[in-house]
T-cell receptor, first 113, second 113 residues
Framework: DAEITQSPRHKITETGRQVTLACHQT?????MFWYRQDLGHGLRLIHY???????NKGEVSDGYSVSRSNTEDLPLTLESAASSQTSVYFC????????????FGPGTRLLVL | SQQGEEDPQALSIQEGENATMNCSYK?????LQWYRQNSGRGLVHLIL?????REKHSGRLRVTLDTSKKSSSLLITASRAADTASYFC?????????????FGKGITLSVRP
C-alpha cells in the first residue's frame, strides 16, 4: 500500500545544530508539503513543492530549507536550530488537481535545547 | 495567516449525542475540507465539499457549506468514544491548478463514554 513516512519520529538537538527531517512518499504525488504544528497556531505551512526541482516558501519559512531531487522525497533542513523551532513537524503529499486532498505522515517531534 | 477559523475551540459531549463544529473563512474558495487528527498522529482527510455544493454526507458525517456566509459546519451523528480527536477545516483557494490548503487551528472533541 502507498504511504508517507517521516524519520526520525522523535529528535532532540541543541541550539545551533543543523537538523534534517526526512519525508518519503510512495503515492507518486507531485505535490509535497511541510507543516509545523504548535499549540494555539494549528498547522502552519513551512515549504512546499509541486515537483522535482520546484520549491516554494510558506508562511513560516525563515530558518528552514527544502530540496526536491526526486518525486518521493522532500527533506526539511533546519540550518541552525533555535528553541523557537521546537515543534511537531508534519509532511504531506497530494496529487495535483481540483480536489487536492492531502495525505499526512505520522509527524516528527523535535525538541531544540 | 489562518483562512479558516473553527468554532468552538473545544467540545465535550456524551456518547450517542451529535457533535456540530463550525468553520468560517475569509476569501473565496474552490473547496473546503475537514480533517481529523487523533492524539499523536497525522491528519486524516474526512470529507470535501466543493464551492458549488451545499451539503455532503459520508457515513455519520454531514458537512454543509454556505458560501454567502463563508462558513461550513461538520456534523457527526451518534458520536462514539472513538470520535475523540481534533478536527480541522482547510480551505483551498482558486489560484491555479496547484494551490495549497490553509488550515484552521482545530477543534478538540471529547466524547465521554
Amino acid at each position: 500500500d502507498a504511504e508517507i513516512t517521516q524519520s526520525p519520529r522523535h529528535k532532540i538537538t541543541e541550539t545551533g545544530r543543523q537538523v534534517t527531517l526526512a519525508c518519503h512518499q510512495t503515492w507518486n504525488h507531485n505535490n509535497m508539503f511541510w507543516y509545523r504544528q504548535d499549540l494555539g497556531h494549528g498547522l502552519r505551512l513551512i515549504h512546499y513543492s509541486y515537483g522535482v526541482q520546484d520549491t516554494n516558501k510558506g508562511e513560516v519559512s525563515d530558518g528552514y530549507s527544502v530540496s526536491r531531487s526526486n518525486t518521493e522525497d522532500l527533506p526539511l533542513t533546519l540550518e541552525s536550530a533555535a528553541s523557537s523551532q521546537t515543534s511537531v513537524y508534519f509532511c504531506a503529499s497530494s496529487a495535483p488537481g481540483t480536489a487536492e486532498t492531502q495525505y499526512f505522515g505520522p509527524g516528527t517531534r523535535l525538541l531544540v535545547l | 495567516s489562518q483562512q479558516g477559523e473553527e468554532d468552538p475551540q473545544a467540545l465535550s459531549i456524551q456518547e450517542g449525542e451529535n457533535a456540530t463544529m463550525n468553520c468560517s473563512y475569509k476569501t473565496s474558495i474552490n473547496n473546503l475540507q475537514w480533517y481529523r487528527q487523533n492524539s499523536g498522529r497525522g491528519l486524516v482527510h474526512l470529507i470535501l465539499i466543493r464551492s458549488n455544493e451545499r451539503e455532503k454526507h459520508s457515513g455519520r458525517l454531514r458537512v454543509t457549506l454556505d458560501t454567502s456566509k463563508k462558513s461550513s459546519s461538520l456534523l457527526i451523528t451518534a458520536s462514539r468514544a472513538a470520535d475523540t480527536a481534533s478536527y480541522f477545516c482547510a480551505t483551498r483557494t482558486p489560484s491555479g491548478a496547484n494551490s495549497k490548503l490553509t488550515f484552521g487551528k482545530g477543534i478538540t472533541l471529547s466524547v465521554r463514554p
